[in-house]
Structures are given as C-alpha cells and as structure tokens.
C-alpha cells in the first residue's frame, strides 16, 4: 500500500498541465531605458545599460531587481556608457561585453566583469571583433558572444567568439551559417539556439533559428520561428524555449512563442499584457531574463518609430506547465531496506530523475541523469527517505 501511494503521488504532482501561462505586472523599474541587458546573480536580476531614447547616448546605469520583494535597487554604474550591449553570467560575477556609445554608429569591445558581492567593477580582456547587438550564452563556464552588427545598415556579423573567464581569454568558434544581428539565443539541453533578427535600417527581419552544439562546434538548421522579428527578447522553462515581443520594419509585437528543442516545433502562447492599468502589449529593444521558472520582461519601448522613449515597464511572465508522460512503478528490491523506482523511457528523451521532499510542486531538484532510448530505467532508494515526488523531465539528446 505504501509503494502504491507513492507512485499515485508522482502522478498527482504532474498532472496540472494547463496552469501558466499568464502575465503579471511588477515594481517599475527606476530608470526608464531601451535597448538596456538583463542577468541573473543569485535570483536576483541585473538591468545595465541602455539608452533613454532615439539619438540619445548610451547609459552607465545598473539596477537590480529582487523578484520575491519585488524591489529595486541601485548599483554601482558601470565604468563604460552603452547600449545595445551582451551581458552573461559566470561563477557569480557579470560580465557585460561590446554594445554601442549610440545606435550602431560607434561600437565596442570592451568587456567590463561586475562582482554583485562587492558591487565593483573590473576591466577585462577586449572581445577580437568590434560590435554592437550581439547575443551571449554560456556553457561549460564559458561564455559564447553570437553575431551583431559593425555600423548602421552595413551587413551582420557571423562571427561567434568565446570568452573564458578563468583565464581571460577568448577564442574564435565557427562562424553562424547566417549572419545576423540584435538576435535572441537561448540554451537548452547544452545546445545554444540563435533565433531570429534584424539588420537595421531595412531588414531583413528573419525567423531563422539556427542550433549550436558548442561540443562539437557544428551549426544545423532547425524549425523557423512563425513570426520573423529581431530585438525580441525571452527566456528558457522547462527545457523550452520563449521568444517575446520583437519588431520588424513598421510594427512591433505582443506575440509569445514557444520553442520545443526535442520536437522541432513552435507554439503561439499568451501575448504580453497586463492590466491594473492596463499597458500596452506591443514592446520591443527590451530585455528578458527568467528567475524560478519566471521570465521577467523588462525595459524596451512600445512604438517603433522615433523617438521611441524607453519605458520602465516590468512584466512577470508564467510559462504553461507541461507535465512529461512515461509509465512509472515502484516495487520492492531484493536488498534489505530498499526501495526501486522504475519507469519506461520515451525512446526521443533522455530521462531526468528528480525528487522533491515535502515541498509545492514545481520546485524539483536535481538527482541523477539516465540515457533514455525506450528502456525500463531503475533507481534505488533508501525506504526510510521522507515522502517524495519524482519525476522524469524530457531533455535534448
């Protein structure tokens, strides 16, 4: 009868699917800006950099926000005034690369690290190549610069650099088959996925979406996204990934689009909105970053033409829980005092063992990873461990 409750439990905790996917207004945040980077430190988010309007210089300004007092709080500025810059985290410290001193027409390569805990900042090795509009991503403790632009109207950049904050190195990757600009990349499954574009002034406004295996330093193509836009920004959730707002040539976007890695596919979710006052959707040049399962849409601008004053805007946005589906028992091992969990894989995921001991559904913790091609998996468990949740999460092989 135990072992029966157990698993009844586990499907209990999973079968919710359809919660989420809803947006919630935040504390504003205190400087108005566009075309500013988010990054995570400790669950707290870091907004740096940006500009006020069309024409306007770049910032030095960092704030950070806290999402569970759902406060602000200002930091120390950063030493170089930009905009349009990457920003990455790495072992607690921010490292803000390239961006512009205006819109496109003066790019950097400076790389500045910001240590929250000190709340300094340091001068770091410069990025090779010189741009603004770049996107960043990091794996294995590296950070991977993607992209962007040289000057106003000229043709993107390909190029992929990757910064070692260890050794305060960088070094040049493959080149992206497209070139592209003020593009969104998020990771997945160790995986960096660079997504859509702009090449500013007339476009073209692409729905490309091009995958990285920073392993093997190989590109492959994969599903367009439906609506072609750069500037757009998002984050990752449960191995997916979201693609939020945007522009092209005359509009910008509401629109939220979700991005399954395993299946190749896309899904229109809930566009951007808040009410109590109620905001306008269409936001673009903003910046996202998630923090517990939530991604934070921050900054940006709601009208695409000139002036386009930045906004001080904060939306939370909840993804849609999608629970995995797999066959799962618990029975009884050969060895004293011992327990053995066993469930059947999808032959197209690899299978993430999870626990969870007396705490709300959503909050899992890592605990061991299997290759999963279809075969009954098996873990034991000490039978005098608290009551538990498990699950087995779909990952990219």
């Known amino acids: 009868m135990i072992l029966l409750a157990t698993a ?39 907004a ?51 961006g512009d001193q205006a819109f496109v027409t003066s790019p950097l390569r400076i790389v500045e690290e910001y240590d929250p805990t000190t709340d300094t900042w340091t001068r770091k090795a410069d990025m090779p190549t010189t741009r603004s ?31 070692d904050p260890l050794t305060d190195t960088w070094e040049g990757k493959r080149a992206m088959p497209t070139p592209r600009g003020l593009l969104h990349v998020s990771i997945v499954g160790g995986k960096i996925f660079a997504i859509g574009s702009a090449a500013p002034p007339s476009g073209p406004w692409l729905p490309t979406v091009e995958m990285y295996d920073p392993v093997t330093d190989t590109w492959s193509r994969k599903a367009n996204m439906p609506t072609p836009r750069g500037l757009s920004a998002g984050g990752t959730a449960n191995g997916r990934i979201y693609v ?25 979710r809930a566009n951007m909105w808040t009410t109590n006052p109620a905001i306008p959707s269409r936001r673009w040049n903003f910046s996202g970053s998630e923090v517990n399962g939530r991604i934070y849409a921050i900054g940006g601008a709601f009208d695409p033409a000139a002036p386009h004053p930045g906004v001080p805007l904060v939306l939370e946005y909840t993804p849609p829980v999608i629970p995995p589906v797999l066959q799962m028992n618990l029975v009884q ?6 327990l053995r969990l066993e469930w059947l894989s999808r032959t197209d995921c690899l299978d993430l063992l999870q626990t969870q001991d007396q705490l709300q559904p959503g909050s ?34």
């Open 8 to 46: 009844m439990q586990f499907l209990a905790s999973i079968g919710r699917g359809a919660e989420g996917d809803t947006w919630v207004r935040k504390a504003d945040m205190p400087t108005p800006r566009v075309g500013l980077s988010t990054c995570v430190v400790n669950g707290k988010i870091f």
């Open 333 to 338: 091992s050969a060895g004293q005092g011992v």
């Open 133 to 163: 509009g770049p996107a960043a991503a990091v794996f294995d403790g590296k950070i991977y610069v993607i992209g962007g632009l040289t000057t106003f109207g000229a043709t993107p950049l390909s190029t992929v650099e990757v910064y």
């Open 364 to 397: 899992w913790t890592d605990v061991e990873s299997f290759p999963g091609t279809g075969e009954t998996l098996i873990k034991d468990i000490p039978a005098n461990e608290p009551a538990a949740f498990y699950r087995v999460q779909r990952q990219l092989q």
């Open 244 to 268: 939020i707002g945007g522009k092209d040539c005359c509009t910008a976007f509401a629109t939220v689009e979700e991005y399954d890695p395993l299946n190749n596919t896309w899904t229109r």
């Open 48 to 98: 740096i950099g940006g500009y006020r309007e069309a024409g306007a210089s770049g910032l030095r300004i960092n704030e950070a926000y806290d999402p569970v007092t759902d406060s602000w709080t200002r930091k120390t500025d950063m030493p170089t005034a930009r905009l349009m810059l990457a920003s990455a985290a790495v072992n607690g410290k921010i490292y803000a690369i390239g």
